[in-house]
């Protein structure tokens, strides 16, 4: 079994910054990738970026040159650093472990951009 845990959201102003980590533990084997989701109230849950395990990245074209997803493989650890944030990027922020064998979901990060 793996867990992520999440953690960095908060309150925070427009053009502010946020990092957001993700940290996975117990029996951690073959990962495709891990993944930052988001769910907005009344919206669909869709990928907001996705580091995969040989370190490629990429990025829904909303947050493409103001987002970042890096990890620390060391620690298990994934990050989002968001920087230049909008109202529109209000959200549960959820981290997702994309395995070999099967997929697992954090319990979720709010975010809320506002003045």
């Known amino acids: 079994q793996v867990q992520l845990v999440e953690s960095g959201g908060g309150l925070v102003q427009p053009g502010g910054s946020l990092r957001l980590s993700c940290a996975a533990s117990?029996?951690?084997?073959?990962?495709?990738?891990m993944d930052w989701y988001r769910q907005a109230p009344g919206q669909q849950r869709e990928l907001v970026a996705r580091?995969?395990?040989?370190?490629?990245?990429n990025y829904a074209d909303s947050v493409k040159g103001r987002f970042t997803i890096s990890r620390d493989n060391a620690k298990n650890t994934v990050y989002l650093q968001m920087n230049s944030l909008k109202p529109e990027d209000t959200a549960v922020y959820y981290c997702?472990?994309?395995?070999?064998?099967?997929?697992?979901w954090g319990q979720g990060t709010q975010v809320t951009v506002s003045s």
């Open positions: 997702h472990l994309r395995g070999v064998l099967r997929d697992y």
């Open positions: 117990g029996s951690i084997f073959s990962i495709n990738s």
């Open positions: 580091i995969t395990s040989a370190g490629a990245t």
